[in-house]
């Protein structure tokens, strides 16, 4: 079994700053690629960020600047910081992994946190 679950959404007015964190735990071999994905109501979900277990990083091309991902191995944890908010960042961020389950390589994903931003 594994689990992942995010922390640190809210709400925040714009121009502040969050930081997203998702942990993962369970019994797992390893954990490979790791990534936060965002939802809008009425929109797809998207890619925000990705951080190989190297710290190897991808971003969004639309973020890049505002969002900082980094990882702690050691924690078996994710972030993200976000900065300048937008209202246009409100939704449910969701965290997602590539992980080694004995000889299974699978994606999970968490139960997303929600991010509000508004005055």
Do not use: H
Not at 72 to 95: F, H, I, R, S, W
């Amino acid at each position: 079994q594994v689990q992942l679950v995010e922390s640190g959404g809210g709400l925040v007015q714009p121009g502040g700053s969050l930081r997203l964190s998702c942990a993962a735990s369970g019994s797992f071999a390893s954990i490979d690629i790791m990534a936060w994905y965002r939802q809008a109501p009425g929109k797809q979900r998207e890619l925000v960020a990705s951080i190989t277990k190297l710290g190897r990083t991808n971003y969004a091309d639309s973020l890049k600047g505002r969002y900082t991902i980094s990882r702690d191995n050691a924690k078996n944890t994710v972030y993200l910081q976000m900065n300048n908010l937008e209202p246009g960042d409100t939704a449910v961020y969701y965290c997602n992994a590539r992980i080694l389950v004995g000889s299974s390589l699978s994606y999970y994903w968490g139960q997303g946190t929600q991010v509000t931003v508004s005055s």
